[in-house]
């Protein structure tokens, strides 16, 4: 067995310089603010770095296994299988398969212990696949809930696009199915795809013990494409806890698969046993100063955030920050710098801009004026203007940019104008010069700032690992 020990698991070593609320400025005309990174900025830091007493001990333990669970003769694969940002899988290499070709799987499948909050992916994937949902993906998955697990079928594309249903009741993948008991007994299931299907926009086909669902792919996500060159079983990238399944009388593209001894096939962290602090809600976002993911010399800001929630969570507020208050909405505010996202979870969010200390936790908090990078699952994350008075009233445009987990470096800018929209005040944000703005509504006159900087929403979710650099923003003097 192989010991390791993962501190951080993304890019950069993030460290931070602590401090602790400092008095109020006296009110003055405001200032624009330059940071490079290139020395530590003393930013004032709360709940962001990683408590090593939270981390988990993370194990995986599967592969091919001489049982016969779920196959009819001895020779199988799988094992216990573990939900963790850290990928791992044991598959066959295939040759590259895309939305353009027709290809296929068949076997079985047996559940046979699940402690909850777990997850198993099988089928078609890339080795590049990562995070959660999975781009260049074409899968299903038992989606476990303690001593049982759903099921359900999805696919990815390359540009993380994705769709997919639960098989009982026909719904969207993120509704609950009836569940399948972890007692053991084998389930026989099928995968398929005709590029030729629904209209041309290609078909996914998903077999469990003996009904059929279909799935067309959504308009544009043939087009956005997908490269399959794998094929086995690999973990819910996301964080959670261990499932016990294997799979058996495994047929692909045609061919059935000898599992009686050992295929050897691609084993990737499958049997491995380390120290994970990729755990909701354990941050660990603050100064990096040994990377460079936003751009330009070594030295920026950022690092993994989760989405949280004060109760579940049982914490009160996660942020790094420049002080720069008092701010209200007398006067504009101007930002802009470098942004990079290299990892991102399925439902995750990161707020970016100006905000209030004292109110610095909520869904979303109040006193918030900025961006919020977030999106629906089967988009990915927008990157569009959020604002939230000191009331709590706020609002936010449906749309925006897309930002893609992919590490490529963007240029932003946002700019709050008071004088716009008849004098309410206007929000516009803009990604590498797609621009989108927010009006502010009759009554949201009112807010105060005294923070810059990345601070969580509040409410349950995934991750974003993100950098900034070469910030600009509005401070007072």
Known sequence: MTIRIVYILMLGTVLLAGGTPQCRAADAAPTQRHQDFSTDPGWEGVGNLADLDQCKT????????????????????????????????????????????????????SLVGDEGSTGILVGFFNKNSRGWRTPNSFIFRLDGNGDKAWVLYEYGTQGWLTAGEGTFEGRWQTTKTKPLPADGLPHNWSLAYDPNAADGRGEMFFGF??????????????????????????????????????????????????????????????RVEFLDCGVRPIHNFGYSADTSNAGGEKGEMGGMIWRTEPGRDKVKIACYADRVG???????????????????????????????????????????????????SRIGHYFRPLFSAASGDHGIVDKGPIVKPDGNSHEWTLVYAPSENDGLGRITATLDGQQVSYDLKPGQNRANFDRFGAVTFGQGGHHIVFYLDDLSYTAAQ
């Open 58 to 109: 993370t194990r995986q333990k599967f592969g091919w296994s001489p049982t016969s669970h779920a196959s009819t003769t001895p020779g199988e694969i799988g094992g216990l299988i573990t939900r963790s940002l850290e990928p791992a899988w044991y598959a066959k290499k295939i040759d590259p398969l895309t939305f353009n070709d027709r290809f296929s799987a068949s076997g079985t499948i």
């Open 326 to 376: 008092p701010l209200t909405l007398d006067r504009e505010l101007r930002a802009s710098g470098r942004f990079a996202m290299t990892a991102a979870g399925s439902d995750s969010g990161l707020l970016l801009g100006w905000f209030n200390s004292a109110t610095a936790i909520g869904n979303p908090p109040a006193n918030f004026l900025g961006v919020y990078v977030e999106g629906p």
């Open 209 to 270: 013990d003996g009904r059929e669902f279909r799935l067309p792919l959504s308009p544009g996500h043939k087009q956005d494409g997908a490269v399959f060159d794998r094929f086995g079983i690999f973990n819910q990238q996301i964080s959670g806890r261990s499932i016990e399944a294997y799979v058996g009388d495994l047929v692909i593209n045609g061919q059935p698969q000898d599992l009686t001894k050992d295929p050897g096939w691609e084993a990737i962290g499958n």
